[in-house]
């Protein structure tokens, strides 16, 4: 690899993680808050929301992005053994970095206390905006390096097989440069000349459309990234080989196809939208389910080939087999925990999704604990074991205190249930997501005292301390691993990718350019109707306030 | 198990189709439960209605016997209005809005769960045949004093007819408190929330948070309203925003705190 890429993906990984810090300190600190352990607006000078904020931006924007930009060059330049645009690279390291500091910046200052989703005409400063626009368009700049190599290895390899891992990580990128055009807009467009004052008000249902067109496929590239290390690394640290590699391709070839087309799941609660076209989207949002369970599938069927040939036998004997705790492949159980983590992530997907039955459960505490077996479950624990094992790859160091490491996903996995078993119990119970609960629900002094959220706020708060636990401890293996020394005389480092079980004909799913048409039309399909009488509406533009006063920023001035 | 004898290639194809098969039957059996819930239990979510008037003000209507209409005004963080009394047996029409920033609305128990935003309308429907307490939640973070902003609905078997507090005075002093934010933080009727009850606070003796203490009189009243950073009062966070008014709007609130015994 090029000394120079090699510099930014180090980068990429590290400056994350060293972010997440932060990021999930104030995660041990919200159920702390939320069990009425802590009951005060703030806490060692950060404030409940603006703690909120910085974990929803730090943990699900700027880690899970940069964590896939890394992952890309670094599968990208070795599978189609080419060197990439460092000018590119460099370029897009620079303005992520750029744009995340400028918004971390006015999330520590106080001035964008507005949670990760900033609905407006709650006002954060145009630097916080500005700093997500150049964070957004810093990781486009990635794609756009990839692309000249793709089309080049394409030109010198006629008929072959494009690698697997190459096809997800362009799926994820493809998805992110769809999902992103129209939240760059609401930023670029109605936001920033909005808190600039240029503009008196902002129409909020557009907004709202326009996130939520981003934020469910935003999901998807938080996951994608993962489910490339579940086919392409998996099966091989399981002891075996991919069962299907055409499913692979299917499969990503199917997100890319129905990843825009459904946000509006996310708005089932919202008033302005027709009831009809949220009915639309909701069949569209359950066909993800089909590409979902074929990965299921085909992974299970890949740890049953692996155990196999492990020794393993029987009908449901062959899990025995698996090398839960190998010190050679210490990666295994954090891609193995994620999978059973995201079953139920999964499962509650598909009640979240499922229309009506969103009513019971909308904005309770309820989709935290969803969404936790998601992007905290597969996501998280893949993020942390690719990139100690990048890091540590990289820069020729072995990885220290390797039981250490192999305990992490495992109680990660503990904590992550009792946690989300504790939210879901509270949601259903009508607790709300995003609230300083011990200020007054859980406060028994308050008005609004509701000692029935006891129980379910304590037994989140037990397992988020469980978490943090956990993430102490992949600090002191990351740090121990980093301050090891370099090994010598190894052979250059290459991520070991697995086979594919048998020659498959994928002259179906080879070329991007009909899927990526096909999902560009169920785009405009879904969304063309619903958006035009948004667009078209008389609805008051509502002008900007800041959260600590009921009093419109207009008026102060 | 007689697919083991076939050579890898054809035994992994058919698994994998059966596979595919049972994915797209359980995703159509979830898509058909769905429209069986729409269609034959008419549950329903939000829609859209252009043709709506947006309320100002919260309201109670009486509709008929037992039929109410409840227009709830979502705002900077309390519901217009804060308290609802009906009795068994009603059915509730409750319209939606928001008078400033995204709020949400569910009655807890209860179906109705809707996302309250600034000048659109939205619509629940309930019925109420159990006497007891309903709490209603904001869920959705409304800034720093989200956390108190709730009501609740009490339906009761001792009342005939509905009944509601926490609606707006038509008092030109108490308009003016509201105007200027002074009311998302401080009631009017003895209760505690971010910051003291305006109601039976003349005269009190503040404890200040570095130990001294000061009547609440018109000059102290005058400096919390426009240096509140320089006085923070103990038991209550340092939150209120300086306020610039007029002297004469200070006086026109020093006398309403005065009058609110």
Known sequence: ?557 | MASSSLPPQERVSRIEKQALWIATLFTALTIALIAYSVFALHASVPTCMPNMPVFKHGSIIKHGDKNYEVDFLARMWRFEPSKVVVPVGSTLDVAVTSKDVTHGFQILGTDVNLMALPFVLTTGHVHFDKPGIYHIVCHEYCGAAHQNMNALIEVSNQVDDISAEGLPSLDAAHALADAKGCLACHSTDGTVTVGPSFKGLWGQTSQLADGNTRMVDASFIKSMILHPEATPIKGFDPVMPAQALTDDEIDQLTTYIQELQ
Request: a positive charge.
């Open chain 1, 1 to 557: 690899m090029q000394p120079s890429l090699r510099a930014i993906i180090l980068t990429e990984l590290l400056v994350p993680l060293a972010l997440l810090v932060f990021g999930a300190y104030h995660g041990v600190l919200q159920v702390l808050y939320r069990a009425g352990a802590i009951r005060a607006t703030s806490f060692g000078g950060i404030d409940y929301y603006q703690g909120l904020t910085a974990h929803g931006v730090i943990n699900a924007i700027v880690l899970t992005t940069m964590f896939a930009v890394a992952l890309g060059h670094a599968l990208v330049s070795q599978e189609l053994e080419s060197p990439l645009s460092i000018f590119g690279a460099g370029l897009s390291l620079g303005l992520m970095l750029i744009g995340a500091v400028m918004a971390a910046a006015m999330i520590f200052l106080g001035k964008a206390t507005v949670l990760y989703t900033f609905y407006p005409p709650l006002k954060a400063h145009p630097i916080f905006y500005l700093g997500l626009a150049l964070f957004i368009v810093g990781s486009w700049i990635a794609l756009f390096t990839w692309i000249p190599v793709y089309l080049r290895w394409r030109k010198s390899h006629p008929g072959q097989k494009t690698p697997l891992a190459v096809v997800g990580m362009f799926a994820t990128f493809i998805i992110w440069q769809m999902a992103t055009l129209p939240v760059a807009y609401e930023v670029l467009v109605m936001l920033l000349p909005w808190s600039l004052g240029w503009t008196p008000g902002v129409n909020v249902v557009l907004s709202r459309t326009l996130f939520w067109f981003f934020g469910h496929p935003l999901v998807y590239f938080w996951l994608l990234p993962i489910y490339v290390l579940y086919y392409t690394m998996l099966p091989r640290l399981a002891g075996g080989k991919l069962f299907s590699d055409f499913a692979g391709r299917l499969s990503f070839m199917a997100f890319i196809v129905l990843s825009c087309p459904l946000g509006l799941h996310h708005q089932f609660a919202d008033p302005g939208i027709p009831a009809s076209w949220k009915a639309v989207q909701t069949v569209l949002t359950l066909m993800v389910a089909i590409p979902s369970m074929l990965t299921a599938f085909t992974l299970a069927a890949s740890l049953e080939h692996a155990a196999h040939q492990r020794g393993g036998s029987g009908l449901f004997g062959w899990w025995k087999a698996l090398p839960y705790f190998s010190h050679e492949n210490w990666l295994f159980p954090y891609l193995f925990c994620g999978l059973v983590i995201f079953l139920f992530g999964g499962i509650t997907g598909i009640i979240n999704a499922s229309y009506n039955m969103n009513s019971v459960i909308h904005n309770t505490a309820w989709i935290p604990a969803h969404f936790h077996l998601t992007v905290a479950g597969p996501v998280f624990l893949g993020i942390l074991g690719m990139s100690l094992f990048l890091i540590t790859g990289l820069l020729n160091k072995p990885v220290a205190a390797i039981p250490t490491a192999l305990a992490v996903p495992y109680i990660w996995m503990i904590g992550t249930f009792t946690f989300s078993t504790g939210l879901f119990i509270g949601g259903l119970r009508g607790e709300p997501r995003r609230t300083n609960l011990g200020l007054t629900y859980l406060n028994p002094a308050s008005p609004s005292y509701r000692p029935d959220w006891w129980i379910s706020t304590h037994i989140g708060a037990i397992g988020g301390v469980i978490m943090g636990f956990a993430i102490l401890l992949y600090f002191v293996v990351l740090i121990r691993s980093l301050l090891a020394p370099a090994r010598v005389n190894v052979a250059p480092f290459t991520i070991p990718l697995s086979e594919a079980y048998h020659d498959e004909n994928v002259a179906s799913v080879r070329n991007f350019t009909p899927w990526v048409t096909v999902a560009v039309v169920l785009c405009v399909a879904a969304y063309y109707v619903p958006m035009r009488d948004i667009i078209r509406s008389k609805y008051q533009p509502a002008p900007a306030y800041s959260p600590g006063s009921a009093v419109p920023l207009a008026n102060v001035r």
